[in-house]
């Protein structure tokens, strides 16, 4: 057995031919680092399993450099090596590779579906390169890969987008953009990530733009305790304008001219009926968890007993049909793989009813047609009513009442006796056959039983038709003689 374990780690290997020259093959292990190669070995034995070509010059990666599938390598060690160009097809014959290190070379951009056919990678390490261009295919078909390390590149815009929704990139856990030519991220998106990414989001050392919602998104994680913020707080560094240096991002806290106020949690805010869900932002990925409600009863997976309560698959609590009384601080406890983690979020319930949007939309179309309609009711009367002047003007041209009629009914009343005669209709405003002691026109009291007559000289003055003091005038010019 010993005699077997020296010749394993001669070189030359075990099996004579297959092991490359200038290489040490260990069992399924090949070591040809420091070997002054400038091409890959050939040939290579298929039950390699970690091949080690680092502190060599290999400037390019052909997609010939392994000429036969490689079926149980799983690590590839390419780091101090001058490469300079890795081709699309050159990892076409080790599929199941889960360890790929190009750090430490000249790579100045990750084209077009580079790393597609490696669907069981894990590990990443493209770190100190000349990387300035990474296209947003280069990572496609990677559901599997959980670290990437992309730093001390020249990186002036990452694309974020990978890891929106988890669609691209579902199991990264680690991402270094630390040291490049960053200048601004969306912090907004990146807050909306969970947490476990976050504890793994390193972006120090880059040109960032001080901006308050970058403030608040590191201070948020420095108060949550996340390892990118904490462990590299001094390297968290941003430009201000007219500012030579650059400054801390966690002392922009009421600073000129920014003056950017302390992070605060978000409140979640519902309405009674709603139903809404809480969110359980832990720095550990899976593990078990539960939540105590504020009245400090558990729910843990199998639901609350009213059905109202649920936990979801990925830790979440579900509320339906949010009661009053349900509004509190709720807690999420959660069992880690290195300490357990308690997370609060509190939630308010406003006491009424939010309208929904099509209720909403109802509304709008109620007012705007009762607006029209208030319009056109407005304009039907001014424009459309009958003028008040003609009226007047047509029941003046009337023909006088005969003059048989009683002369106390024609003063009197100022409906003829005899309206009907020619058909015109006109409301009697009262008729009296013949006016009563003592009193007038309109009930007014007078002295004697008839009106006194009017003057015979001077002009004749303007009366209105209801002044009580010349009856005479209403009907005729001509004064009355008893």
């Known amino acids: 057995s010993l005699l077997l374990s020296l010749s394993l780690l001669?070189?030359?290997?075990?099996?004579?031919?297959?092991?490359?020259?200038?290489?040490?093959?260990?069992?399924?292990?090949?070591?040809?680092?420091?070997?002054?190669?400038?091409?890959?070995?050939?040939?290579?034995?298929?039950?390699?399993?970690?091949?080690?070509?680092?502190?060599?010059?290999?400037?390019r990666l052909r997609g010939d450099w392994a000429p036969a599938r490689l079926p149980h390598l799983h690590a590839l060690l390419l780091s101090h090596n001058g490469l300079l160009f890795v081709s699309t097809e050159a990892f076409a014959h080790v599929p199941h590779l889960r360890h790929l290190d190009l750090s430490n070379n000249r790579l100045r951009a990750l084209d077009e579906?580079?790393?597609?056919?490696?669907?069981?990678?894990?590990?990443?390490?493209?770190?100190?390169?000349?990387?300035?261009?990474v296209d947003r295919t280069a990572f496609e078909n990677l559901g599997r890969l959980r670290k990437l390390y992309l730093g001390r590149n020249r990186i002036a815009r990452f694309p974020l987008e990978l890891l929106r929704e988890g669609s691209r990139l579902p199991q990264l856990a680690l991402l270094d953009l630390s040291a490049n030519r960053l200048r601004a991220v969306p912090a907004a998106e990146l807050q909306a990530l969970p947490a476990w990414l976050r504890d793994r989001l390193y972006l120090h050392d880059n040109p960032l733009a001080c901006d308050c919602s970058l403030f608040q998104l590191l201070d948020r994680g420095r108060r949550r305790r996340l390892s990118a913020v904490l462990d590299f707080q001094k390297e968290l560094r941003c430009v201000l304008p007219g500012v030579p240096t650059p400054v801390a991002i966690l002392a922009l806290a009421g600073r000129q001219p920014l003056n950017c106020s302390a992070a605060q949690e978000a409140v979640l805010e519902a309405h009674l009926g709603d139903s809404v869900t809480l969110g359980c932002d832990s720095r550990w990925q899976g593990g078990s968890r539960h939540w105590v409600?504020?009245?400090?009863?558990?729910?843990?997976?199998d639901g609350g007993a009213n059905g109202s309560v649920a936990v979801l698959a990925n830790g979440s609590l579900e509320l339906r049909a949010l009661r009053a009384e349900d509004a509190g601080t709720y807690a999420c406890w959660v069992a880690g793989p290195?300490?357990?983690?308690?997370?609060?979020?509190?939630?308010?319930v406003h006491n009424f009813t939010?309208?929904?949007?099509?209720?909403?939309?109802?509304?709008?179309?109620?007012?705007?047609?009762?607006?029209?309609?208030?319009?056109?009711?407005?304009?039907?009367?001014?424009?459309?009513?009958?003028?008040?002047?003609?009226?007047?003007?047509?029941?003046?041209?009337?023909?006088?009442?005969?003059?048989?009629?009683?002369?106390?009914?024609?003063?009197?009343?100022?409906?003829?006796?005899?309206?009907?005669?020619?058909?015109?209709?006109?409301?009697?405003?009262g008729a009296a056959a013949a006016p009563t002691a003592g009193t007038g026109q309109?009930?007014?009291?007078?002295?004697?039983?008839?009106?006194?007559?009017?003057?015979?000289?001077?002009?004749?003055?303007?009366?209105?038709?209801?002044?009580?003091?010349?009856?005479?005038?209403?009907?005729?010019?001509?004064?009355i003689v008893v």
């Open 113 to 133: 579906n580079l790393f597609s056919d490696l669907g069981e990678l894990e590990v990443l390490l493209l770190y100190n390169n000349e990387i300035s261009t």
């Open 442 to 479: 309109n009930g007014r009291f007078k002295a004697g039983g008839t009106p006194p007559a009017p003057p015979q000289q001077g002009p004749k003055g303007h009366r209105k038709v209801s002044d009580p003091d010349s009856v005479s005038s209403v009907f005729s010019d001509t004064p």
């Open 293 to 301: 409600t504020p009245a400090g009863d558990r729910v843990a997976g």
């Open 10 to 59: 001669s070189p030359g290997g075990s099996v004579g031919a297959s092991c490359p020259p200038r290489c040490v093959c260990a069992s399924n292990l090949l070591s040809c680092s420091q070997a002054n190669l400038s091409t890959v070995p050939a040939p290579l034995p298929r039950f390699a399993a970690v091949l080690d070509l680092s502190h060599n010059n290999v400037s």
């Open 354 to 429: 939010l309208h929904s949007p099509h209720d909403t939309l109802n509304t709008a179309y109620t007012t705007l047609v009762g607006c029209i309609l208030s319009v056109v009711l407005v304009l039907i009367y001014l424009y459309l009513t009958p003028c008040r002047c003609c009226c007047a003007r047509g029941s003046a041209e009337k023909v006088p009442a005969p003059r048989d009629d009683s002369i106390n009914s024609s003063v009197l009343s100022t409906t003829p006796n005899h309206a009907g005669t020619h058909g015109e209709p006109g409301p009697a405003l």
């Open 338 to 348: 290195a300490a357990n983690e308690t997370l609060y979020v509190e939630l308010l």
